[in-house]
């Protein structure tokens, strides 16, 4: 049986042009999890959102996470937590990084240890948000497949990558 997909935006949700957003239109078994404030996170919320969706979905649910997203899923994943599938983590920000948000509250200390599920980390060489070798240690921490994907910016609807089937092709080895 395919499992169900939890999307997990980042910071100011996604939009309509957003991968996650085109993956969620297109398919009728992915739910979106949705935040109290989308624009001022609050990592502990974020991570009771994620617990709440996850119970509800059931263990056969894989996460569809970009950016900050990625971080709640690392914190969410260091406490007892409801279970699931598999993680694709797509542009996993850096805190200590220039350019990560400011109004991002609670997600300073990444958790580094491995994740209780298998996982996919995607990362581009040009993210401004986070660097390939950023990438690359939370990786290797979280025990997850690094998958580089070249200069693809924050892999974003500003990206240019539409429906990104390629990132879909990722998840769906993940769904089984």
């Known amino acids: 049986m395919t499992a169900r997909v939890l999307v997990l935006p980042g910071i100011g949700n996604s939009g309509t042009q957003h991968w996650q957003s085109l993956w969620e239109q297109a398919t009728p078994d992915f739910e979106r999890v949705i935040q109290r404030d989308w624009d001022n996170p609050v990592c502990a919320e974020w991570c009771a959102a994620l617990e709440n969706a996850a119970r509800r979905a059931g263990p056969n649910v894989v996460l569809a996470a970009h950016s900050l997203a990625c971080l709640v899923v690392a914190h969410w994943a260091a406490q007892p937590h409801a279970p699931v599938r598999a993680a694709l983590l797509v542009a996993v920000p850096d805190p200590a990084g220039p350019n990560f948000p400011q ?10 240890r491995p994740l209780s599920f298998p996982s996919i980390v995607v990362a581009s060489t040009d993210d401004p948000y986070g660097t390939l070798d950023h990438s690359a240690r939370v990786a290797r921490a979280w025990n997850s497949r690094l998958v580089n994907i070249g200069a693809s910016g924050h892999i974003n609807a500003g990206s240019g990558l539409g429906a990104w089937p390629e990132g879909f092709a990722l998840l769906s080895a993940l769904r089984g």
């Open 103 to 112: 109004q991002a509250a609670g997600f300073l200390h990444t958790p580094m």
